[in-house]
T-cell receptor, first 114, second 108 residues
Framework: EAGVAQSPRYKIIEKRQSVAFWCNPI?????LYWYQQILGQGPKLLIQFQNNGVVDDSQLPKDRFSAERLKGVDSTLKIQPAKLEDSAVYLC????????????FGSGTQLSVL | RKEVEQDPGPFNVPEGATVAFNCTYSNSASQSFFWYRQDCRKEPKLLMS???SGNEDGRFTAQLNRASQYISLLIRDSKLSDSATYLCVVRDAGKSTFGDGTTLTVKP
């Protein structure tokens, strides 16, 4: 079974530039999550989709971050403009129904903002 | 106060030692609990779920105390390969909240 796919693996940009990350969840998984993990901290939920609808985006900095999941399959997360404090690993995860089951994570995108 | 709190460590133990990690959570309505393992520069992976009755998987034992809102993970006979960060995860209504993790280094 193919896992959660993410790209790019690494990205280096300057502050005020824009960046986009892509995620393809495990086939058939209805729920997709974007997490931000700053060095030394646990993953923090940015946004959760159920199919193509947003379930929770309460911690998404909406002035600069946006995400979409068109057609309820793959998803993109965008930052525009980036700040130094956005340097982190961005993890995408999926789960079958969004209930009590475990999360399957992709390998993440490591973003460095200079 | 953070929703999920863990002792950050680091824990440095010799091979063969027994080590225990603790985790407390603030939301009494939380319904499911997990321990994830994260290796350096890798994604988190599920280590084990935590059940009310306590559960064991080989050298790993997880326990839950709902009254005290406390979760623990015990590792017996530590191996070098157990070196990693262990993340406590509390799930409520489909939302997973992660602790900041406890780092374990097992030394020869």
């Amino acid at each position: 079974e193919a896992g959660v796919a993410q790209s790019p693996r690494y990205k280096i940009i300057e502050k005020r530039q824009s960046v986009a990350f892509w995620c393809n969840p495990i086939s058939g998984h209805a729920t997709l999550y974007w997490y931000q993990q700053i060095l030394g901290q646990g993953p923090k939920l940015l946004i959760q989709f159920q199919n193509n609808g947003v379930v929770d985006d309460s911690q998404l900095p909406k002035d600069r971050f946006s995400a979409e999941r068109l057609k309820g399959v793959d998803s993109t997360l965008k930052i525009q403009p980036a700040k130094l404090e956005d340097s982190a690993v961005y993890l995408c995860a999926s789960s079958p129904t969004g209930g009590w089951e475990k999360l399957f994570f992709g390998s993440g995108t490591q973003l460095s903002v200079l | 106060r953070k929703e999920v709190e863990q002792d950050p460590g680091p824990f440095n133990v010799p091979e063969g030692a027994t080590v225990a990690f603790n985790c407390t959570y603030s939301n009494s309505a939380s319904q499911s609990f997990f321990w994830y393992r994260q290796d350096c520069r890798k994604e988190p992976k599920l280590l084990m779920s935590v059940y009310s009755s306590g559960n064991e998987d080989g050298r790993f034992t997880a326990q839950l105390n709902r009254a005290s809102q406390y979760i623990s993970l015990l590792i017996r006979d530590s191996k070098l390969s157990d070196s990693a960060t262990y993340l406590c995860v509390v799930r409520d209504a489909g939302k997973s909240t992660f602790g900041d993790g406890t780092t374990l280094t097992v030394k020869p």
